[in-house]
């Protein structure tokens, strides 16, 4: 099995490029859902509370506010990633043994904050999704409801484009049309498909 970790600027596209790796064959990991239900659980809603109380509405987590409130300095960054860190990361963790012992040809890792992170050890190849700036604002205001104000202040606390491109083993352009990026994903994917079957032992 091989596993590919996916990286992208905020609004870059990485789920939507991940998608299309599905609908060709690939197995995904989506640590975003993973997230939303461990927010709906009643421990974590707690050490959420605790540290975050503006983030709760009617006892419900207010996802789009926590981030905010995240963002908004290094210090509370590291809180809530100490929080949901460990417990996101063993479920991926677990997801990846499952799959392997299924045997997965091709697994991705649809993992925000992946760059720097334990989980980017188990990821043999690397890919970045290449988006301009001006696209991915507008993607951000029409799709998610982020302001360019927000954008910059996450941005302050992400590695570089240099940086990530530069781990990457393929990048994927993501200017285009639907029809363009998928003809580019499709491209990659062969070429996964060909380490799988040229290594067959990462089959098991």
């Known amino acids: 099995m091989i596993i590919v970790g996916v990286y992208s600027e905020i609004g870059g596209g990485k789920t939507f490029v991940s998608g299309m790796f599905e609908e060709l064959g690939a197995k995904i990991i989506n640590a975003d859902n993973e997230i939303a239900k461990l927010l709906e659980n009643d421990i974590m809603k707690s050490d959420i509370e605790s540290k975050f109380p503006e983030s709760i509405t009617d006892n419900i987590i207010n996802r789009k506010k926590l981030a905010e409130l995240a963002f908004s300095n290094e210090n509370k960054l590291r809180v809530l990633e100490s929080i949901l860190h460990p417990p996101v990361f063993e479920i991926i963790r677990n997801k990846i043994d499952s799959e392997r012992v299924n045997g997965t040809g091709i697994l991705i890792l649809d993992v925000p904050l992946l760059y720097g992170s334990k989980l980017e050890d188990s990821c043999e190849v690397k890919i970045f999704i290449e988006t301009p700036e001006k696209i991915r604002l507008e993607r951000l205001k029409k799709f998610r409801k982020i302001n360019e104000e927000e954008v910059k202040k996450r941005a ?49």
Do not use: H, W
């Not at 990530?164 to 998928?182: D, P």
């Not at 990659?188 to 290594?199: A, H």
């Open 156 to 204: 302050k606390f992400q590695p570089s484009i240099k940086s990530k491109k530069q781990k990457a083993n393929f990048i994927i352009n993501n200017s285009g049309n639907r029809s363009e990026t998928f003809q580019e994903v499709s491209k990659v994917y062969q070429e996964l498909v060909k380490m799988v079957n040229d290594n067959p032992k990462e089959r098991c």
